[in-house]
């Protein structure tokens, strides 16, 4: 057993410090640039449900607030913690054997991701009907993203020491995001070649650009067979029966078939309760954010449901489920108590919700104030890509000069500052050299709020758990952000897009405080980790 605290680490940084030189070295090492390819794949899908499936999906006619309600599909990403112990304890036949545990579920997720992206390109959201179609594959999309992240992530922690985290976070960040911008600007370039535009839609152009995409995840696959599979040893590794195996995924299947069919039936009920609300409070909007909430948790407490009842039964080995659920969390409470534990989830829930609520609308604020595909493309991808990058590459290093905890609340704090440049954008209306800027700030702060972010996420990991616990991390810091970023439609439409940025700014004050008060805790008190 060996005992670490980060706020001891970063007090004891000076001391430990490498030179510039050095550390910039350590970038050559095979499993730090590895990371840049696995970004790669990673950082493909999700603009494919976010930003440019929103541009699709608004040349062909959808209404705002339902384009912003797609980025729901994307909350597989805030609920992968359910399936990660699937991932973690589940065997592949045959897979397993040949590539090893990690890399026999990256490729099966990525191949699922391929599919995803090609039923998204053969879906044409003009055709009446056909935005369920789109929705499913989305989410498809979303969930095997998710799952590919899961494992990536895992693989990351596996296979190296906390000193190298810091680093390998930089160039999954820069390799995250030029997947990002291949499946951004790419996208948007290649629909404007093929010849469809904001007025002038054309559903065979983003058929061609988003069969594209699916093929640009081959990149994907080919380094997953290259990599190796990371040598550790699990103290809490156990050994269950094939049956065990597979009414635990039964148990996962049941859950998830409640969950849906929740969200399918309710849809004429949540109409009716809709309009019932909408005429009590004389605004659709916030009767909308009151029905698809009770409808999420409504469906959330269905699958809870039925999970307990498969588990009560014995249907399914009680005790796996314990392993697999309960015991990385009565861990992660056990290591730090339940004080800091609670102040450390807090701040995992919030630390992104200033960019990620105010990002699902940003695509659209563009095309909003006029600025065509082209110039998107242009500046708010590629340039944008490179600030990203830079800003990753920044935050590592200074991480690892000066500490996590302090580049964590340089990122927190310049995050929200940023939020304020969209609103004088938003005044100044199409402006191309202040769009410059407001990409420039944006876009640095959030690659060094990244880095820093994924190092501080991967030191409260326990090496025994990593696939849930670091799973159940990055699904809380995206779940209240994207389920708030659904509504942000909603929320330009009632406040306008100044008011709108003004609020996100401000999100960001709460998560300034929750750094002071666990940078704090963990000065005073030591942090075992098994």
């Known amino acids: 057993m060996t005992t670490s605290n980060l706020g001891t680490q970063d007090a004891q940084i000076k001391k430990q410090q490498k030179s510039w030189g050095e550390t910039l070295k350590e970038f050559k090492n095979p499993r730090v640039?590895?990371?840049?390819?696995?970004?790669?794949?990673?950082?493909?899908?999700?603009?494919?449900?976010?930003?440019?499936?929103?541009?699709?999906?608004?040349?062909?006619?959808?209404?705002?607030?339902?384009?912003?309600?797609?980025?729901?599909?994307?909350?597989?990403?805030?609920?992968?913690?359910?399936?990660?112990?699937?991932?973690?304890?589940?065997?592949?036949?045959?897979?397993?054997?040949?590539?090893?545990?990690?890399?026999?579920?990256?490729?099966?997720?990525?191949?699922?991701?391929?599919?995803?992206?090609?039923?998204?390109?053969?879906t044409d959201p003009t055709i009446e009907g056909s935005l369920t179609s789109m929705a499913f594959a989305a989410i498809l999309l979303g969930f095997s993203s998710a799952t590919q992240d899961?494992?990536?992530?895992?693989?990351?922690?596996?296979?190296?020491?906390?000193?190298?985290?810091?680093?390998?976070?930089?160039?999954?960040?820069?390799?995250?995001?030029?997947?990002?911008?291949?499946?951004?600007?790419?996208?948007?370039?290649?629909?404007?070649?093929?010849?469809?535009?904001?007025?002038?839609?054309?559903?065979?152009?983003?058929?061609?650009?988003?069969?594209?995409?699916?093929?640009?995840?081959?990149?994907?696959?080919?380094?997953?067979?290259?990599?190796?599979?990371?040598?550790?040893?699990?103290?809490?590794?156990?050994?269950?029966?094939?049956?065990?195996?597979?009414?635990?995924?039964?148990?996962?299947?049941?859950?998830?078939?409640?969950?849906?069919?929740?969200?399918?039936?309710?849809?004429?009920?949540?109409?009716?309760?809709?309009?019932?609300?909408?005429?009590?409070?004389?605004?659709?909007?916030?009767?909308?954010?009151?029905?698809?909430?009770?409808?999420?948790?409504?469906?959330?407490?269905?699958?809870?449901?039925?999970?307990?009842?498969?588990?009560?039964?014995?249907?399914?080995?009680?005790?796996?489920?314990?392993?697999?659920?309960?015991?990385?969390?009565?861990?992660?409470?056990?290591?730090?108590?339940?004080?800091?534990?609670?102040?450390?989830?807090?701040?995992?829930g919030l630390y992104r919700i200033s960019d990620i609520v105010l990002g699902v609308i940003s695509n659209v604020f563009y095309q909003d104030l006029g600025f065509t595909k082209v110039e998107i493309a242009s500046v708010v991808k590629t340039f944008g890509l490179l600030m990203t990058i830079a800003g990753g590459f920044l935050g590592g290093l200074l991480a690892v000069r000066f500490g996590v905890l302090k580049i964590l609340f340089l990122g927190a704090l310049l995050s929200a500052a940023t939020n304020l440049l969209f609103m004088a954008l938003a005044g100044m209306g199409h402006n191309l050299p202040m769009l410059y800027l407001v990409i420039s700030a944006d876009n640095l702060s959030a690659g060094l709020a990244s880095a820093a972010f994924i190092a501080f996420l991967s030191s409260l990991t326990n090496i025994s758990f990593t696939a849930i616990q670091y799973a159940i991390f990055s699904s809380l810091m995206t779940l209240l952000p994207k389920i708030l970023g659904g509504y942000s439609g909603s929320m330009v439409d009632e406040l306008g897009y100044s008011n709108f940025f003004i609020i996100t700014a401000l999100m960001g004050i709460p998560v300034l405080i929750l750094i002071v008060l666990a940078s704090k805790r963990f000065d005073k008190n030591p942090i075992k980790v098994d």
Do not use: C
């Not at 951004?184 to 469809?196: D, P, V």
């Not at 054309?202 to 990599?227: D, E, H, K, P």
């Not at 859950?255 to 309710?266: C, D, P, R, W």
């Not at 849809?267 to 009151?290: E, I, P």
């Open 33 to 122: 640039l590895t990371m840049l390819f696995l970004g790669f794949s990673a950082g493909v899908p999700i603009l494919l449900i976010f930003s440019s499936l929103s541009l699709w999906l608004r040349e062909a006619g959808v209404e705002r607030s339902a384009v912003t309600f797609f980025s729901w599909a994307a909350l597989g990403y805030s609920f992968k913690f359910v399936w990660a112990p699937l991932i973690d304890k589940l065997p592949l036949p045959l897979l397993t054997k040949l590539l090893g545990r990690r890399r026999s579920w990256m490729l099966v997720a990525q191949f699922f991701i391929i599919g995803a992206i090609f039923w998204m390109a053969q």
């Open 150 to 348: 899961v494992v990536i992530d895992a693989y990351r922690i596996e296979s190296a020491d906390s000193d190298l985290q810091a680093l390998m976070s930089s160039t999954y960040i820069a390799g995250y995001r030029i997947g990002m911008l291949v499946a951004g600007a790419g996208a948007l370039y290649l629909a404007s070649y093929f010849g469809s535009d904001k007025g002038a839609y054309n559903y065979q152009a983003w058929r061609m650009s988003y069969m594209i995409m699916a093929g640009v995840m081959l990149v994907g696959i080919a380094t997953t067979l290259l990599i190796p599979e990371p040598k550790i040893q699990r103290s809490n590794e156990s050994i269950y029966s094939g049956s065990d195996y597979f009414r635990f995924l039964l148990l996962f299947s049941f859950a998830v078939a409640s969950f849906i069919a929740v969200f399918y039936f309710s849809v004429d009920l949540a109409k009716s309760l809709k309009t019932t609300l909408t005429d009590a409070f004389s605004n659709k909007h916030l009767a909308g954010f009151l029905v698809q909430t009770l409808r999420l948790f409504s469906a959330l407490l269905a699958a809870g449901v039925i999970a307990k009842l498969l588990v009560s039964f014995g249907i399914v080995n009680k005790s796996m489920v314990v392993d697999t659920y309960v015991a990385p969390v009565k861990d992660f409470f056990s290591r730090y108590g339940y004080s800091l534990a609670w102040l450390l989830l807090a701040l995992i």
